[in-house]
């Protein structure tokens, strides 16, 4: 990994991360290498899952989705074969991850009304025991873990 992550890699990961629809060209200048010699090492660093995807950010208040909620949830280990299933055909989980602690599982999500979340909620509830946290405002949004500019 270490040869894959020599400093030029390092500095087209930061402008991808900036802007994944940065021109190849443009990041060529950047780096002082020909444009086929970026796209190469794009390529690369995809093939061996560096660079596991792209995406649009997308600002979900602007789709009137204003009632962000972090919800814990305890689910006994046998139904997770249950829970998975169900828990991605959800299109209003942002994300759910399998924790430590009290709960097993962090799930964060976005909801037009508190009534929608109230009713989620309550659906969730026959995997186990929820806590539920409301958010108020986001003072880091989520970004990558590589150094930047």
């Known amino acids: 990994m270490e040869k894959i992550l020599d ?3 390092l500095k087209i ?28 090492r794009i390529t690369h660093m995809e093939e ?4 596991s995807g792209y995406q ?10 204003f009632i962000k909620a972090f919800i814990n949830l305890e689910v ?3 139904q ?5 299933p169900y828990i991605k055909s959800i299109p209003n989980v942002i994300e759910c991850n399998c924790v430590t602690g009290d709960f097993s599982m962090l799930i964060e999500v976005a909801f037009q009304k508190t009534e929608e979340l ?8 026959k995997f186990g025991k929820t806590r539920t946290e409301m958010v108020f405002s986001t003072a880091v949004e989520h970004r990558n873990i ?3 500019d």
């Open 48 to 51: 061996t899952n560096l660079i």
């Open 56 to 65: 649009v950010k997308i600002n979900y208040q602007q789709f009137g989705y």
């Open 7 to 9: 400093e030029t890699n």
């Open 76 to 78: 006994d280990p046998k």
């Open 13 to 40: 990961l930061t402008i991808l991360q900036k802007n994944a629809r940065t021109p190849v060209k443009k990041i060529a200048e950047e780096v002082c290498l020909s444009s086929p010699a970026v796209s190469a």
């Open 80 to 84: 997770k074969s249950e829970f998975y």
């Open 118 to 125: 109230d009713k989620f909620i309550n659906e969730l509830q």
């Open 146 to 148: 590589l150094p930047s």
